[in-house]
Nanobody, 115 residues
Framework: QVQLVESGGGLVQAGGSLRLSCAVS????????MGWYRQAPGKVRELVAT???????AYADSVKGRFTISRDNAKNTVYLQMNSLKPEDTAVYLC?????????WGQGTQVTVSS
């Protein structure tokens, strides 16, 4: 069974940085899109960033210039480098991997940014 294992969340002060990681355990299609979503209490889940297996990236306007998504295809791992964090970035961050065969979600990791 394929699973996504996230790590790297935590508590940080505004202006600080965190790096999230999401490793895929198991076999998945090499053609896929990896991404990060987030969900704050009382709010809908929103897309943060995605990266294709070819390296094309997309970002939510709210994180452009502050967050960077990257991936290591050999390790089946996706990263989210988050800089200049703001209190409004506080949320549970969820890893997502999708291909024509399947869509997978991680369990989520909490990111809390204090003012």
């Amino acid at each position: 069974q394929v699973q996504l294992v996230e790590s790297g969340g935590g508590l940080v002060q505004a202006g600080g940085s965190l790096r999230l990681s999401c490793a895929v355990s198991g076999s998945i299609s090499s053609l896929n899109v990896m991404g990060w979503y987030r969900q704050a209490p009382g709010k809908v889940r929103e897309l943060v960033a995605t990266i294709s297996s070819g390296g094309s990236t997309a970002y939510a306007d709210s994180v452009k210039g502050r967050f960077t998504i990257s991936r290591d295809n050999a390790k089946n791992t996706v990263y989210l480098q988050m800089n200049s964090l703001k209190p409004e970035d506080t949320a549970v961050y969820l890893c997502n991997v999708r291909s024509v065969f399947q869509t997978l979600w991680g369990q989520g990791t909490q990111v809390t940014v204090s003012s």
